[in-house]
């Protein structure tokens, strides 16, 4: 019999006791994989999520938050640019391509977030070189809808599904009367994407409420651009002079839910945030200089938040998790060393039998280390599989929450250290008890006590 | 393999501090192949005598000599091999493992040699013991006397050259009783197996051609008992 036999013999003949040492690490090991699992999904998902622009152009405020409203859908907005700002922008002969989203809204069902936004979107890769692709079609008509895969499948929303929006989200209880339509669905992408529902932004602008008043529309579009406050006079007769131009429009002229569309005037229209690609990456950093220098909008490279975010913040709270899982497990081989050790009183006779056999004491030495790496291995073993389990049962809570989508089978280049910093963690705490029954006097243990 | 024990003592320090001789033997030999019945009272030593004899209890002066080798000068990895290659042990209390099976006890007496476990000696071995249909069975599992042969089997699967039994037919009804000495002289008559087997009856005894009495060539023999407990009877 080899010595692995001999030592899983020993083990079996203390089961309960071995199942629970076992455990104990199995579980520290569990909570170890699932944060390392977790942490890199996280990670990759913010990061590559982020990949397919350059900048990401917003109101003044925290990039953070820009970055996790605009791209993460997370985060309320911090504040609307005028329509006219993205006009310029796009105008700008280092810009390749301006995508401007308005935010804030969510679907009465589910409240998915919604991205008013324009059909260009979806031209650009939303990750490392990864087209969206769609069942359907993509934005055409002003009412049209395109669906992230998690929304269809949460909502069971088909092509020709109809929706309506909640103003501000969920908590203000306005909803909208205009019914967009669904005519695409998405491929699942990973991203925040998944939990997106896009409409056309010529649509967006249609909803009661979604075109600024005249007055608050040009005391808005001033303040922005740093101009002195009209008289009320002159702010009267400037909205005067925009109702003669564009004719006015009231939406109470409409049934409530009818479809109807009209050209709404530049000044009543607000972007929340203008996705960026440049035609340059140095481009991309002027401008983000620039920016910075002004004072009326701010521009940002999206992996950098998300980067200072991850090491910064989630970086820390992993390294207190890894941490104090860590611990966990150390503390799991102090258990293994008690069980390991306290058992040795009660097997000096079967050492000193197996000695009487013709044993050597690195022999016996051999079988108790043996007998810790078993319970660290088979123990640290389960903990993978569970921690594994852990994470694909908790996928389905995360990507509910968070739209992050979540492979349980991936496997974190960490994980292959975990065995052997298993193994090592065995034979220390092995080690003692090995040398106690290295140590073992045969004679006087030979008989039964 | 011959067996001889040249100016042995061994003493153990009771707790109250005195020292106790237990052996006390100016010489004591077995030929090659020779059988012979060790006789002795309760705590006279005959135990001891076995353990040192077999390099399990080094003695405190003296040698101890098997087939021409003094074990007492071997160093101790060297001298468990050596017992665990030449010599087999029939443990008066048994002394077999409660995780395994009687199979596996056999099979662990000759794991730690350097030859490979002969698992079709084992088998055959407790099939010629009577436990043939028990093979499986754990210790636990097994009356006493199915337990000690066991016992007598995984000495036998060694094939030793000497073998030392303490008791061994002490817990075995009277057909086995029989059986398991033959069973014994028997392997150790056909493969020129040196035999030492301690008892305290005269039926046992009265098998072998030569029967010692430990008292008359322990000389310390005649000093009180120790407990069982400490190994040293």
């Given at each position: 019999?080899?010595?692995?036999?001999?030592a899983?013999k020993?083990?079996?003949?203390?089961?309960?006791?071995?199942?629970?040492?076992?455990?104990?690490?199995a579980?520290?090991?569990?909570?170890?994989?699932?944060?390392?699992?977790?942490?890199?999904?996280i990670?990759?998902?913010?990061?590559?999520?982020?990949?397919?622009?350059d900048l990401?152009?917003?109101?003044?405020?925290?990039?953070?938050?820009?970055?996790?409203?605009?791209?993460?859908r997370?985060?309320?907005?911090?504040?609307?640019?005028?329509?006219?700002?993205?006009?310029?922008?796009?105008?700008?002969?280092?810009?390749e391509?301006?995508?401007?989203?308005a935010?804030?809204d969510?679907?009465?069902?589910?409240?998915?977030?919604?991205?008013?936004t324009?059909?260009?979107y979806?031209?650009?890769?939303?990750?490392?070189?990864?087209?969206?692709?769609v069942?359907?079609?993509?934005?055409?008509k002003?009412?049209?809808?395109?669906?992230?895969a998690?929304?269809?499948?949460t909502?069971g929303?088909?092509?020709?599904?109809?929706?309506?929006?909640?103003?501000?989200?969920?908590?203000?209880?306005?909803v909208h009367?205009?019914?967009?339509?669904?005519?695409?669905?998405?491929?699942?992408?990973g991203?925040?994407?998944d939990?997106s529902?896009?409409?056309?932004?010529?649509?967006?602008?249609?909803i009661?409420?979604?075109?600024?008043?005249?007055?608050?529309?040009?005391?808005?579009?001033?303040?922005?651009?740093?101009?002195?406050?009209?008289?009320?006079e002159?702010?009267?007769?400037?909205?005067?002079?925009?109702?003669?131009?564009?004719?006015g429009?009231?939406?109470?002229?409409?049934?409530?839910?009818?479809?109807?569309f009209?050209?709404?005037p530049?000044?009543?229209?607000?972007?929340?945030a203008?996705?960026?690609?440049?035609?340059?990456?140095?481009?991309?950093?002027?401008?983000?200089?620039?920016?910075?220098k002004?004072?009326?909008?701010?521009?940002?490279?999206?992996?950098?938040?998300?980067?200072?975010?991850?090491?910064?913040?989630l970086?820390n709270?992993r390294?207190?998790?890894?941490?104090?899982?860590?611990l966990?497990?150390v503390v799991?081989g102090?258990?293994?060393?008690?069980?390991?050790?306290s058992?040795?009183?009660?097997?000096?006779?079967?050492?000193?039998?197996?000695?009487?056999?013709?044993?050597?004491?690195?022999?016996?030495?051999?079988?108790?280390?043996?007998e810790?790496?078993?319970?660290?291995?088979l123990?640290?073993?389960?903990?993978?599989?569970?921690g594994?389990?852990?994470?694909?049962?908790?996928?389905?809570?995360?990507?509910?929450r968070?739209?992050?989508?979540?492979?349980?089978?991936?496997?974190?280049?960490?994980?292959?250290?975990?065995?052997?910093?298993?193994?090592?963690?065995?034979?220390?705490?092995?080690?003692?008890p090995?040398?106690?029954?290295?140590?073992?006097?045969?004679?006087?243990?030979?008989?039964?006590? | 393999?011959?067996?001889?024990?040249?100016?042995?003592?061994?003493?153990?320090?009771?707790?109250?501090?005195?020292?106790?001789?237990?052996?006390?033997?100016?010489?004591?030999s077995?030929?090659?192949?020779?059988?012979?019945?060790?006789?002795?009272?309760?705590?006279?030593?005959?135990?001891t005598?076995?353990?040192?004899?077999?390099?399990?209890?080094?003695?405190?002066?003296?040698?101890?000599?098997?087939?021409?080798?003094?074990i007492t000068?071997?160093?101790?990895?060297?001298?468990?091999?050596?017992?665990?290659e030449?010599?087999?042990?029939?443990?008066?209390?048994?002394?077999?493992?409660?995780?395994?099976?009687?199979?596996?006890?056999?099979?662990?007496?000759m794991?730690?040699?350097?030859?490979?476990?002969?698992?079709h000696?084992?088998?055959?071995?407790?099939?010629?013991?009577?436990?043939g249909?028990?093979?499986?069975?754990?210790?636990?599992?097994l009356?006493?006397?199915?337990?000690?042969?066991?016992?007598?089997?995984?000495?036998?699967?060694?094939?030793p050259?000497?073998?030392?039994?303490?008791?061994?037919?002490?817990?075995?009804?009277?057909?086995?009783?029989?059986?398991?000495?033959e069973?014994?002289?028997?392997?150790?008559?056909?493969?020129?197996?040196?035999?030492?087997?301690?008892?305290?009856?005269?039926?046992?005894?009265?098998?072998?051609?030569?029967?010692?009495?430990?008292?008359?060539?322990?000389?310390?023999?005649?000093?009180?008992?120790?407990p069982y407990s400490?190994?040293?009877?």
């Open positions: 019999m080899s010595i692995f036999q001999i899983w020993s083990l079996s003949q203390r089961s309960l006791a071995s199942f629970l040492t076992g455990l104990s690490v579980l520290g090991v569990m909570l170890m994989v699932a944060v390392m699992i977790l942490y890199g999904v990670a990759s998902t913010f990061q590559q999520s982020s990949i397919g622009y990401v152009v917003g109101p003044k405020g925290s990039p953070l938050q820009l970055v996790l409203s605009s791209i993460y997370v985060s309320p907005p911090i504040e609307n640019l005028p329509f006219r700002f993205y006009k310029d922008l796009q105008k700008d002969p280092r810009v391509q301006a995508i401007p989203i935010l804030g969510t679907t009465e069902e589910g409240s998915f977030p919604i991205v008013g324009i059909p260009e979806f031209s650009i890769p939303f990750a490392n070189n990864r087209e969206f692709a069942r359907g079609t993509f934005l055409r002003p009412f049209d809808a395109v669906i992230g998690k929304v269809a499948a909502n929303w088909k092509e020709g599904s109809q929706f309506r929006m909640i103003h501000g989200g969920a908590d203000t209880g306005h009367d205009e019914k967009f339509t669904v005519v695409g669905i998405l491929a699942p992408t991203t925040p994407n939990r529902v896009f409409v056309n932004l010529d649509g967006f602008y249609q009661q409420g979604h075109d600024k008043p005249f007055d608050e529309a040009i005391k808005r579009e001033r303040e922005f651009y740093g101009l002195a406050p009209l008289e009320p002159a702010l009267a007769e400037e909205v005067r002079k925009l109702e003669k131009r564009y004719g429009h009231d939406h109470h002229n409409h049934a409530p839910g009818e479809e109807h009209h050209d709404v530049m000044i009543q229209k607000e972007v929340t203008i996705l960026v690609t440049t035609k340059t990456l140095m481009a991309a950093g002027l401008m983000e200089g620039e920016f910075k002004g004072f009326k909008a701010q521009a940002t490279n999206p992996i950098r938040p998300m980067n200072q975010l991850l090491t910064d913040i970086g709270i390294v207190l998790l890894m941490v104090l899982t860590g966990i497990i799991s102090v258990g293994i060393f008690v069980s390991i050790y058992s040795l009183q009660e097997r000096r006779r079967e050492i000193a039998i197996m000695r009487a056999l013709g044993a050597r004491r690195e022999t016996i030495f051999g079988i108790i280390i043996t810790s790496l078993l319970l660290c291995l123990g640290g073993i389960a903990g993978l599989i569970l594994h389990l852990l994470v694909l049962g908790a996928a389905p809570v995360v990507t509910a968070t739209g992050i989508l979540i492979n349980g089978f991936a496997f974190q280049p960490m994980e292959w250290l975990l065995l052997p910093a298993l193994a090592i963690l065995g034979v220390i705490v092995g080690y003692i090995a040398v106690s029954a290295y140590r073992t006097d045969v004679a006087s243990n030979l008989n039964p006590s | 393999m011959s067996l001889i024990l040249n100016q042995i003592r061994k003493a153990y320090v009771t707790p109250t501090g005195a020292e106790q001789v237990i052996l006390d033997i100016p010489a004591f077995l030929d090659q192949g020779e059988q012979v019945a060790l006789v002795g009272t309760s705590g006279s030593g005959k135990t005598l076995l353990n040192v004899a077999a390099g399990i209890t080094t003695p405190d002066s003296g040698t101890v000599t098997v087939g021409g080798v003094e000068r071997m160093l101790e990895p060297v001298r468990d091999r050596f017992r665990s030449r010599i087999g042990y029939v443990f008066q209390t048994f002394n077999l493992l409660g995780a395994f099976t009687a199979l596996e006890n056999v099979l662990l007496g794991s730690f040699s350097s030859q490979p476990a002969n698992r000696l084992a088998i055959e071995l407790l099939g010629r013991v009577g436990l249909d028990r093979l499986h069975y754990r210790p636990s599992q009356s006493v006397g199915q337990q000690q042969r066991v016992s007598v089997a995984r000495a036998l699967a060694k094939t050259r000497l073998l030392l039994a303490d008791e061994p037919t002490a817990n075995v009804d009277g057909p086995n009783q029989q059986a398991i000495l069973l014994m002289q028997t392997t150790c008559r056909e493969n020129n197996v040196t035999l030492l087997l301690v008892t305290h009856t005269s039926e046992v005894a009265s098998q072998f051609s030569r029967v010692e009495r430990l008292a008359s060539f322990n000389q310390a023999a005649t000093s009180t008992s120790t400490m190994g040293v009877n």
